[in-house]
């Protein structure tokens, strides 16, 4: 198997605070797409701080496409990776979207007419183009992340990670943010990690690990993990809204599949059920 | 007193040509029953924080007059009488951990009662209380509000805001960047002060806690309000719901699924229970 990070015994503590990684390892995919849920305070974006070598480890190793995060492999590591965080506002340096895209490639001394072209070229793919000139405090949520992406995407990452990306985004931003990402990974290959505890979100993703206090509680298909309401609220989680739905029917002795259904799994058992009634 | 907040003819233009000018209110009138969880919905931009901030007077109307708990706001009142005016109605902001200051969690929470004139006494008995209400364990007291995870952070804001003994709370997306268990907190706690008797108004994009909390639903949209009525009575109509770029809440959504295969509901359900039930009924039944 191809694995773009590799995490092997890794271990972090912040300053005067409990040890929060105790020789956590495990690997990520290229090409795939991950969910790390977990609680608020769970250890999710400072695993990916690390793995971006935004902070430093104690001690285990971590590999991001071959090489070993480390002071030497920094702008390795930082142009295989691209972080969309939790704020829009937090990530604006350009006073219009086109300059704030551009960003990133003016730091790397790309020639202006091939900066032209990709600036163009990524806020085409996020659907920002009409917005070139605009200035970044006049757009919406979804639009600053949209904004933000392309930006990342400019400067052609291997890896994206989304750390809380869609949190403060209302629901039509969210589905917006989400729906290009999928996109833009299959036209890029991509590989996607997405950190939040949004279950819609994680149900986007071909593997889910759940974090807890800097634990690896469960590495699984997302069918598997979803389908336990009672470990997912213990958890501090929620449960998809499929899986509540079923439960309750359970309760009344209403017959349901043993695992889990999307939506609309569930509404054809619903109705056949109804059908035979 | 029946109402605790009516507008009447309200309207507030930004200065003109000023990028904010689509956030204004047109010509709204409205009340708000004491005693009531009434949520405020509409679409970003639709004038939903503009609307709240007219109840605790950092805006005053530019026409038409607020009155709140009997008090009236016209845009001739001058802003030296407004300080009282904010004492009865606490307001906590988006993101309002943003907001703490103090060297201690105490401390910070103990600030709004000082500030209206409270003894260090009671203002230590009157936070303690409030941090009671928000579950912080009594150990953080003396810790830096900044040492604290992102949930409780946001728990030590609302406390700072529920030391002053609001009568009408108003919380503008009081969850937003909470995981699901401080979601649930936030949301229980704001039931929990309903109960009590305080007023709650909560600005909202997450239609699920609006049908699961709230009595009462104001809809938002280019600074009008187009609809006044109960949770139920707004999502009945789920065209004019999905035509105004809102969301259906979770279960009418999926209620709406499955009659679009044929499943014959009387009354679409708002809550989980509600669908649960018309399910089991309608496939046990007969």
Known sequence: MDNIIRVDNLTFEYPEQEQLFKKLSLSIERGSWTAIIGQNGSGKSTLARLIDGLLEAESGTITVDGKVVNEDNLDFVRESIGMVFQNPEDQFVGATVEDDVAFGLENRQVSRPSMIETVQKRLKDVGMWDYRESVPANLSGGQK????????????????????????????????????????????????????????????????????????????????????????????????????????????????????????????????????? | M???????????????????????????????????????????????????????????????????????????TSNKNLKSFRKHIGMVFQFPEKQLFEETVLKDVMFGPKNYGESEQNAELLAKEALNMVNLPAANFNKSPFDLSGGQMRRVAIAGVLAMKPEILIMDEPT?????????????????????GVTIILVTHQMN?????????????????????????????????????????????????????????????????????????GSMNE
């Open chain 2, 209 to 281: 806690d609006v049908t699961n909390y709230a009595d009462d639903v104001l809809v938002m949209e280019q600074g009008k309000l187009i609809k006044h009525d109960g949770p139920r009575k707004v999502f009945s109509d789920p065209t004019w719901v999905v035509d105004h770029q809102l969301n259906l809440p979770d279960s009418a959504s999926f209620a709406l699924e499955l009659a679009s295969q044929g499943f014959n509901f009387n009354e679409l359900p708002m809550t989980i229970d509600e669908l649960a039930d018309s399910i089991a009924g």
């Open chain 2, 176 to 196: 937003a960047g909470l995981d699901p268990r401080g979601h649930h907190e936030i949301m229980n706690l704001a039931k929990r002060l309903n109960a009590e």
């Open chain 1, 145 to 277: 992340q949209r904004v933000a992406i392309a930006g990342i995407l400019a400067v052609n990452p291997k890896i994206l990670i989304l750390d809380e990306a869609t949190s403060m985004l209302d629901p039509k931003g969210r589905q917006d943010v989400l729906k290009l990402v999928a996109e833009l990974k299959e036209k890029n290959n991509l590989t996607v990690i997405s950190i939040t505890h949004d279950i819609d979100e994680a149900a986007l993703a071909s593997r889910v690990l759940v974090l807890n206090r800097g634990k690896l509680l469960v590495d699984d298909i997302p069918s598997n993990v979803f389908n336990d309401e009672e470990k997912l609220v213990e958890l501090g989680l929620d449960a998809p809204f499929t899986t509540r739905l079923a439960n309750r029917l359970s309760e009344r002795n209403v017959s349901m599949p043993d695992k889990y259904s999307n939506k609309e799994e569930l509404v054809q058992w619903i109705m056949q059920l109804n059908s035979k009634r």
């Open chain 2, 2 to 76: 029946d109402n605790a907040v009516e507008f009447k003819e309200v309207s507030h233009v930004y200065q003109a040509d000023s990028p904010m000018a689509a956030d204004a209110l047109s010509n709204v009138s409205l009340s708000i029953k004491a005693g009531s969880f009434t949520a405020v919905i509409g679409h970003t931009g639709s004038g939903k924080s503009t609307l709240v901030q007219h109840i605790n007077a950092l805006l005053k109307p530019t026409a038409g007059e607020v009155k709140v708990l009997g008090k009236a706001i016209t845009p001739d």
